[in-house]
């Protein structure tokens, strides 16, 4: 069964708090789990302003499934969150 994992760096020049980043992570995850039924959370810089580090997760008994559900997750994502995103990277595992 695989399982597909996406990872996003993110830079969030905006946030003056991590109040800030949390409301704009918030939002990125609630929508993701509600448009794709993904697990999502937040794996790196928990305690800095202005970065972030997302991972995604998805499983399906077909690799292909995974690879579009994930491609559809970065799409929106890239959607959301614009020039915040800085890096992107996708494993199956």
């Known amino acids: 069964m695989p399982v597909g994992l996406l990872t996003l760096e993110l830079h969030i020049p905006d946030a003056q708090s991590l109040k800030d980043k949390r409301r704009v992570l918030h939002s990125l995850k609630d ?35 995974v ?18 995103l800085i890096n992107q990277a996708v494993e199956i595992i």
Do not use: P, Y
Not at 34 to 62: D, K, P, Y
Not at 67 to 84: H, M, N, P, T, Y
């Open 31 to 65: 929508k993701l789990r509600r448009e794709f039924n993904v697990a999502v959370a937040e794996l790196e810089h928990h305690e800095v302003w202005q970065r972030s580090v997302v991972g995604i997760v998805t499983l399906s008994n077909e690799e292909k499934h």
């Open 67 to 84: 690879k579009e559900v994930l491609q559809k997750v970065l799409d929106e994502a890239d959607r959301i969150l614009g020039s915040f």
